[in-house]
């Protein structure tokens, strides 16, 4: 395991890393912005059409890891979604573009009810329930950050299950990581991969331990990245220089 890195600021990444590279980019906050609702991310032309011409440059060495489900990442990114890698649920739902994925275990409905539960216990809470997971957003209420990943903490504990912090959100899922998708995707490629948040670390050793590269992208903090970017029009902007 490589030692986070606390330097204030990382260096960009080189134009030319990625010439060989498999990409792994995270969804929300690398490729668009945060927003206060998960419902209310929408996926303009300009990154649809990045991400169609990236999977032809690439044959295929492009994937999304999410901890969206694979079904939110299918409506929201329409047919290419298909031809991409997707390490989805937090690494939990793996597909690999023409194969059937295999069958991962449904949260219980008790964990969902539970999550509901707490989300409708305060104004400003937001409940998000996914395939395989169920998260509290309190981005409208951050004095409740604590009470949150409390719950969550025992509602995992009680069902076996794993409890995940992220920016704003705590989250309730079923057993699996960034990084173990990386790993499994990556085969003998370059992996280089793209995150913002603290979710994306397991992510980021895992590339450098195969030999890649992970760029984080936001504020500095400590991480297992190697390079940086402030934003996502940054991260757009490099991957565009890619396919030059």
């Known amino acids: 395991m490589f030692a986070t890195q606390a330097q204030?600021?990382?260096?960009p990444p080189p134009q030319d890393l990625a010439t060989d590279a498999f990409l792994f980019l995270d969804f929300d906050g690398t490729l668009t912005p945060i927003v206060d609702r998960p419902d209310a991310v929408v996926v303009?032309?300009?990154l649809n059409v990045l991400l169609n011409r990236l999977v032809r440059a690439r044959k295929g060495r492009v994937a999304i890891l999410s901890g969206r489900s694979a079904a939110q990442l299918d409506a929201l990114l329409g047919p290419v979604a298909r031809e991409l890698a997707l390490g989805a649920s937090h690494g939990a739902e793996v597909r690999v573009p023409g194969q059937v994925p295999s069958e991962s275990p449904f949260l219980p409905a008790a964990v969902i009810d539970a999550v509901r539960g707490f989300a409708a216990s305060a104004p400003g809470l937001l409940a998000e329930i996914k395939t395989l997971g169920a998260a509290i957003?309190?981005?409208?209420?951050?004095?409740?950050?604590?009470a949150a990943h409390d719950f969550a903490d025992e509602l995992a504990r009680e069902h076996g299950l794993r409890a995940q912090r992220g920016k704003m959100v705590a989250e309730v899922r079923v057993p699996g990581s960034k990084g173990e998708?990386?790993?499994r995707l990556a085969d003998s490629a370059f992996p280089i991969m793209l995150g913002d948040d603290v979710t994306d670390e397991d992510a980021f050793?895992?590339?450098r331990r195969l030999g890649g590269a992970g760029i984080l992208v936001g504020d500095p903090r400590p991480t297992a990245a190697n390079y940086g970017l402030p934003d996502v029009a940054s991260v757009r902007g490099w991957l565009l220089e890619q396919l030059a």
């Open 205 to 207: 050793a895992a590339a």
């Open 8 to 11: 204030t600021v990382l260096p």
């Open 181 to 183: 998708a990386l790993e």
């Open 137 to 146: 957003h309190y981005r409208g209420v951050p004095d409740r950050a604590a």
């Open 44 to 46: 303009d032309a300009e």
